[in-house]
């Protein structure tokens, strides 16, 4: 899993609040593009500082930052060059991977860096807020109650830095719509400084139950937006009860039906766990008659991270064993000629007549193998597991695909 954010030593630094900056890796960038932009050298290049040239550097326009990246042994190396260099950023060498053009905050008083946008990355989300009015039980990121208000600042910020040939970009929380008007603005700015841009909003589609409210949205007019929505039952107890809140699966449910009276695309998104399992058949069938105009359904794998990790025991339960289950819900979707797809499962634990709508669908920097994998003739189709699942739980019947392939499963 890669490092997105974490402390590092800081400097001699001139700021004293958080700021954004792209990064360079042109030791030449002009002038004029250093103030929002700090220079990123590691490993080897760190040889590149010597005497003359942090005098060079300290003698022509500043970089915003100078972010060194290495062994504590390279930047033991430089110390006694960059002294006297301004904001200087000491990054341990899990931050390795940072790229030209990628997009950081540096929190000069904090030491700490956080790494905002990839450009390299086709899985780059802002995060609006930590609040939310539900309280899932297998939250990845629990929720806070903290007014975080800054957030949207650094969003807004975001979006006039993020580059227009960007491919998609999510919104998520938290619960974003819970910043009210401000989100709605939000996705105009998107629509402004990247109209080309897809945005994906996670949201519990709560605040849609406002007919008025999904009516803003939809006047905004993105030419690419698409809700996901999670709905965890067709009963409303159980929904509430996944969610820990009463009477959310009404509120929900309201707000799908608002937003596709307005011709905003939704997604209903399932988790598949151990307490949406025994209906999860029925919630399709329920979504096939009540909600055949939403645009796409996924069945979800688990993320083993966040309320997941306490709440293991309760949630967990293996691809393996639910294997039919899984072709059964996907089966009454298909027959319903709905648009689905199965998110988040190995292509050894699911059935034959699944494998076409598995989508390799885990964000890059937190999508990983596990060592029989390597093995796999299938690898480079499967979707592999999340970071957490490889660490705290998967399967036992992951199985790799032999050359053979129709003897096998
Ligand atoms: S062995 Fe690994 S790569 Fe192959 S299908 Fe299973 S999980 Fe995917």
Redesign the pocket.
Known sequence: MLKLRGKVQARDTNKSQSHLVHVTRNVHLPAVMRRNTALFLKGAELSLLNDEWAASLRNATPFAGLLLCGSDEELTVTEQVISGLPDVYLLPEEYFYLEDGDIVRLSPKGERISILFRKNSPSNSIMLTERCNNFCLMCSQPPKRTNDDWLLDEAYDLLRMIPQNTTNIGFTGGEPTLCGKRFIELVEAARLNLPDTALDVLTNGRAFKNGAFAAQLARVRHPNLQLGIPLYSDDPVRHDYVVQTQGAFDETIHGILNLKRYGVRVEIRVVVHQQTLPRLVQTCEFIARNLLFVDHVALMGLEITGFTRTNLDLLWADPHTYRDKLSEAIEVLRTHGMHCSVYNH????VNKDVESVCRKAISDWKNE??P??DG?T??SE????FSTQVLYRHSKH????QINAQNHH
């Open positions: 190995q292509l050894c634990l193998y596990l029989q994998c796999c299938r690898k499967c979707g592999g597991f992951v199985q790799p695909f």
